[in-house]
């Protein structure tokens, strides 16, 4: 996994996305471990590996005109979008707020969702910032597979998005090297994903 993601962040500085500059330093595995057991989770090695390599990346302040509007995003915590990453903290914020708001049935979860199929051992690495949220399975032995937290996949049962962060990591890399990839919306450095002319296998990366 770990070349993957090497391939990936080479894939994103190529690109020049904004991210790899804003990376923050990975997490020490014995400090993750003992973050994760604390919120009762399972130190599942991808978890670790995944913030062992970046803590997602800090965020720069918005650009703004001389008229006082918005001319440039931070895009810095894009990896490929729609996926923005996610620090520890904050992914651990995530999966608070997604299971009080499925054991209290707050909308949007009221009307679907039963409080027994709250995903406890899913813990979300990224965002799509509205869409839901990219989650690993850390109760698995082996590669964790991902799946997307929300109230939609949650009625439907959940749905295996990737079977692995390698595979993840693969996805949005080729998606990069073979040009499936247009500027962000919301800060043109970054890439999100030309879902137009997108191959197959690489749906999974903007439909759930």
Do not use: K
């Amino acid at each position: 996994m770990e070349a993957a993601l090497a391939r990936l962040e080479e894939a994103l500085r190529g690109y020049g996305a904004p991210i790899v500059d804003a990376f923050r330093p990975g997490l020490d595995a014995s400090y993750v471990s003992d973050v994760l057991r604390r919120e009762g989770l399972s130190p599942h090695p991808d978890a670790l590996t995944w913030f062992g390599w970046h803590d997602a990346a800090g965020t720069a302040p918005p650009v703004h005109a001389d008229d006082g509007g918005v001319i440039r995003y931070g895009g810095e915590t894009v990896l490929v979008g729609p996926w923005w990453m996610l620090t520890l903290a904050q992914s651990l914020d995530y999966r608070r707020m997604h299971l009080e708001n499925i054991s209290g049935g707050t909308e949007p979860y009221e009307e679907a969702v039963d409080a027994s199929l709250a995903p406890e051992g899913w813990l979300p690495i990224a965002t799509s910032e509205g869409a839901g949220e990219l989650c690993l399975d850390t109760t698995v032995a082996g590669a964790a597979p991902l799946y997307v937290l929300d109230p939609e996949s949650l009625r439907e049962g959940p749905q295996e998005q990737f079977a692995s962060l390698a595979e993840l990591a693969a996805a949005m890399t080729r998606a990069i090297e073979h040009g499936h990839v247009v500027p962000h919306p919301h800060d043109s450095r970054a890439a999100m994903i030309d879902s137009s002319e997108l191959p197959d296998d690489l749906r999974p990366l903007a439909y759930w």
